[in-house]
């Protein structure tokens, strides 16, 4: 296929980082905006998902290059196809209601602008991740959407848990992060490339080869942290710390979903792996059963929301590993259904906070009477999280029945989804139907009606789940081009409201009556049959126990090494080194050194080694500081005339404006300090002593064997060449460093000069000082 050039390719480009220029203009302008100015906001996701539906008519997927990093062969690959193509427009799509929600929802916040700054380049960084066809620009926004996640949710920065639950965020994908990276690394050694398409047509050459092998258990660490697959599955619980359109967005329909996206990108190639569908079914199943049982612990509206969606996460995995094309059908269609409900689940809890300041759902009752269609919002919603008909998760719910009917002999698999549809009902009905629709009299009144900024985007969401609910097909073109590009094969999609009287049908009626008896028999967080402690903690128990073992270690670490003396670190890295080369010796490093090679000690040389011997002992004999600083004075200027013996005027001259510089620098400094004392034992000396004695003698070696080494003088030869015919220079050390190292230079130059007006500013500091006392 083609790749797409010119205008087409740089607007691919301008559609994925559409946020981030948004969240930059917040950066330079939000003090200067008005609150009502975020009702425009919207616009950004709503131009980026036109620019993404004009991919949907197309069969044939559009690939594009903006070259970046030539020589390592990093570039902003892009590949929209039916997977990428779905997952950007439930990004665009669900993003526009979200801005839209959010511009009510935090009405006068004064970190209003911060937050869709967040927003904004978290939607930078999913679209990037989804259309990325290279795998170290993959991993790149892969990192931005934990970053981006991390400021969203810890916005609450005040509150300490919101701080806590961000970390545990950033930690938990973070090392999912890292995973990746390393898997793209071998990916490449593999295919030469890190482009994706490589590693797709040489599928059959990583599946053969080691590295090939370990990167796919890094592949499925990043997936299942993204995704918080059990045991990673803590951090999203605790991430509901965060405002419910973050909720929403990242929890719902985008970022916990990056995960199952990566598994079905990487469906093609390692789905053939025999530890592909045991290891996928495994996992989802039990993260599916376990969270969906863990939701009726709660009471907490967004809490159960929560649980719901882990376990939502769980069927997608599952179903990625039934696989074929009964498991990728339901994949594709669950992820559409689950958006579409889940988000309208959450912004509906969002009203209820906003109006009533509470989520518990024991306290809420009859709110039907106060916000009418919001109640009737939140009951579709429910009714789809449940898989009553009519609805879009009815479909989802059958397809998934029927795929996990046919996964195996084992009746394992249907016992799992059945248990898991069971438990889900209950608990969507606890959040979208029982705050308004039990009771007669309205827990809570109103001060005014619910804003339309509010209802408009829960309203379209339970219209597309009842729209794909009455008429499937309408979502058929979505699910097909995504399981045609997940699964790299051409096959028929078609979704029916009605598959007939069968095992799935009678599945579903059961599902249905069951969870009406948990719904009805059932009190959120205390009608339980076992009280059991939440298992939920036992995770966070372990995880907060290993970062309390790591602090303890780096605490330990840090005051062996990071003690605040410079001569320990000096004597640290010389051990190091020691360490390290002597290791190179004992395994066969030999030394030659041709005594031969070396010219002759001259007289001038000599009686400089001489005086540089004298300054070091001297120094470290000497009883008073001025005297010690005088012979470090000496020394200094003893390493100079040894510059000008080899012809370096340049760093003879560098050399003494240094050294002049320290000393004097020293002097000034005497009278601060507290008297001369023998700061070290005889033994501490001792120590030194062999140590300094053995890193000199290991640099001499090596200085030695340097001389004898083979001299390649290409770069030199180049240099002497052209420094006058180019840079008009007769001395080559002036021309390197000012035209053919000029940048270096000039970062130098800018370093030394923010260094001279920080001293500046403490000497200036210290007169003041000086001043105030002299009054």
Not at 664 to 684: A, Q, W
């Amino acid at each position: 296929m083609p790749l797409e050039t010119g205008f087409g390719n740089y607007m691919m480009l301008i559609a994925v980082l559409l946020g981030g220029m948004l969240s930059l203009f917040l950066v330079i302008f939000k003090d200067y905006l008005r609150d009502g100015f975020s009702a425009f906001f919207f616009l950004v996701p709503l131009a980026v998902f036109t620019y993404f539906a004009v991919f949907f008519g197309s069969e044939v997927p559009a690939l594009g290059l903006v070259s970046w990093q030539q020589g390592m062969g990093v570039h902003f690959e892009w590949r929209v196809d039916g997977l990428s193509r779905m997952f950007a427009l439930l990004i665009s799509g669900i993003g526009t209601l979200v801005f839209a929600y959010s511009h009510y929802y935090l009405k006068g916040h004064p970190e209003k602008f911060r937050f869709f700054g967040f927003l904004s380049l978290f939607m930078t960084a999913m679209l990037g991740l989804v259309v990325s066809d290279n795998l170290i620009m993959l991993f790149m926004f892969w990192e931005l959407t934990s970053v981006s996640s991390f400021f969203l949710i810890g916005f609450h920065y005040e509150d300490r848990e919101s701080r806590k639950a961000a970390l545990r965020a950033l930690t938990i994908t973070g090392l999912g992060g890292v995973g990746l990276l390393i898997a793209a690394v071998l990916i490449s050694t593999v295919t030469g490339s890190f482009s994706f398409q490589a590693l797709l047509d040489q599928r059959e050459t990583v599946l053969a080869s080691q590295a090939g092998r370990i990167a796919f258990w890094l592949f499925i660490l990043a997936a299942f942290t993204k995704s918080a697959q059990f045991p990673f599955h803590f951090w999203l619980p605790g991430a509901m710390k965060a405002p419910t359109p973050v909720s929403t967005y990242l929890h719902s329909a985008t970022m916990v979903k990056a995960g199952v996206f990566l598994l079905l990108k990487l469906y093609p190639i390692y789905s053939a792996l025999p530890v592909w569908k045991p290891l996928l079914m495994t996992v989802g199943g039990v993260s599916m059963v376990y969270s969906a049982a863990q939701a009726l612990f709660f009471t907490d509206m967004k809490s159960i929301l929560a649980y719901t969606t882990l376990s939502a996460l769980g069927i997608l995995v599952f179903l990625t590993g039934i696989g074929g094309n009964e498991g990728l059908v339901a994949a594709a269609a669950f992820i559409l259904v689950h958006a579409l409900y889940k988000a309208a689940l959450f912004l509906v809890t969002g009203i209820v906070d906003h109006e009533a300041h509470t989520r518990d759902v024991t306290a809420l009752h009859g709110l039907r009477h106060v916000m009418p269609g919001v109640a009737v919002a939140g009951a579709v919603a429910a009714l789809s999280h449940g898989g009553v008909p009519l609805t879009f998760g009815f479909i989802g719910k059958e397809l998934m029945y029927e795929s996990a009917l046919h996964a195996e002999t084992s009746p394992v698999p249907i016992a799992a989804a059945f248990i898991t549809g069971l438990l889900l009902f209950a608990a969507g009905f606890w959040v979208g139907f029982r705050p308004f629709f039990s009771g007669r009299e309205a827990s809570h009144t109103l001060k005014h009606p619910v804003s339309l900024w509010l209802q408009l985007p829960v309203y379209v969401l339970t219209a597309g789940t009842l729209i794909f609910g009455i008429w499937p097909a309408g979502a058929e073109q979505m699910v097909h081009a995504l399981v045609e590009a997940a699964g790299r094969d051409t096959i028929k999609v078609h979704l029916e409201l009605w598959h007939g009287f069968n095992t799935v049908f009678f599945l579903s009626l059961a599902t249905i009556a069951g969870g009406i008896v948990l719904y009805s028999r059932l009190v959120p967080g205390q009608s339980i049959a076992l009280k059991v402690e939440k298992l939920s903690y036992s995770s966070v128990a372990i995880y907060e126990k290993f970062l309390s073992v790591t602090k303890w270690l780096s605490r330990w670490y840090t005051d062996i090494l990071q003690n605040g003396y410079l001569r320990w670190y000096v004597m640290t890295i010389m051990v190091f080194l020691l360490t390290l080369v002597g290791y190179s010796f004992y395994h066969g490093v030999h030394i030659y050194i041709d005594f031969k090679k070396i010219s002759e000690v001259t007289l001038y040389e000599a009686v400089i080694l001489l005086l540089m011997i004298f300054s070091i002992f001297y120094i470290l004999l000497a009883k008073s500081r001025l005297a010690a600083v005088a012979a470090m004075g000496v020394l200094g200027i003893s390493i100079s005339l040894m510059f000008v013996l080899y012809s370096a005027p340049d760093l003879a001259m560098t050399q003494f404006s240094i050294d002049t510089l320290t000393v004097i620098l020293f002097v000034l400094v005497l009278y601060k300090l507290p008297r001369y004392i023998n700061i070290s034992s005889n033994v501490v000396k001792i120590r030194d002593a062999v140590i300094s004695l053995l890193f000199g003698l290991m640099i001499t070696v090596l200085c030695l064997e340097v001389i004898n080494e083979p001299v390649n003088r290409e770069i030199s030869e180049f240099y002497a060449e052209n420094s006058y015919l180019l840079a008009k220079g007769k001395n080559v050390v002036n021309v390197i460093l000012v035209d053919f190292r000029g940048a270096d230079t000039m970062v130098e130059i800018t370093v030394l000069t923010i260094a001279a007006l920080g001293v500046f500013g403490l000497m200036k500091l210290r007169l003041k000082d000086n001043e105030k006392t002299w009054e």
